[in-house]
């Protein structure tokens, strides 16, 4: 049984460490107050407990104030598309830039659109990713994704990765999936290119057209390389998974395959003004 004797002892012992750890809280908040308590001179809880709430409204004075800073400061945004497409069912891309990126505000990096370094390689807060795909299901077209809904524009690049694999098709359909692999395996790069242009005649008028804005847009990634560190080499290691998914093939063939996706992309970003 336990007894009275065992719980006496056990709430004295409690009590002990609570002292101790309010010692500690004391002699934190006097140090960052600048006062020296020390010994028997400590304060009874008729001191210590206005030095406390002094010290937590200081705290949160500065909190404020660092935030209503940061928030006077005007936004820098830099329009990078003219397509008029806002969908989570469509193509939609990123219209601005925004001034944060990935955590690294406090280290002085700035967003800068097409500029900021490892777009599309770098993933947004998978739970802001998702408001973005909730909000394109409810509101489509008058979705807001710009920069006052959303600071980080890696979360706007990862609705738009997270639309392209959740596709039942992909863009590169399942049908023409075999024709691009061989395509990409071919070391001629003049045969290559024709091949690439007969493969691209597989798909379906919806997927060509959507195939087509995305390498336009990756191609204008690409030429903010020295920025971003996003070549065509990089877009395709990111894209080719997304856009290109092996039919009912087993686990090896499916991993073999991943490299021969990359080319593809990598291929269809550096030619696309040729391909399409």
Sequence with gaps: MYSTEMWMRNEQKSLVQKAKQEANQQDILAAALGMRISGPQKPPA????????FAYSQLTSLVRKATL?????PHKYEKVHNFKVHTFRGPHWCEYCANFMWGLKAQG???????????????????????????????????????NAYEDINIITGALKLYLRDLPIPVISYDAYPRFIEVAKLEDPEKQQEAFRE?????????????????????????????????????????????????NLDAMTALNDIRYQRRVVEFLIKNEDILF
């Design 109 to 147: 990096v700035k967003c800068a659109g097409l500029k900021s370094e490892g777009l599309y390689r770098m993933s947004g807060f998978s739970d802001s990713v998702e408001d973005v795909k909730s909000a394109f299901d409810r509101d489509g077209e008058k979705t807001d994704i710009s920069a």
């Design 46 to 53: 008729t001191i210590w407990q206005p030095l406390k709430l």
């Design 199 to 247: 493969a691209l005649e597989l798909l379906p008028a919806a997927h060509s057209e959507t195939l087509r804005y995305l390498m336009v847009h990756l191609k204008r990634v690409t030429l903010n390389e020295k920025d971003n560190l996003m070549n065509a080499e990089n877009l395709g290691i990111v894209f080719g998974p997304t856009l290109l998914r092996a039919p």
């Design 69 to 73: 800073k940061d928030n006077s400061l």
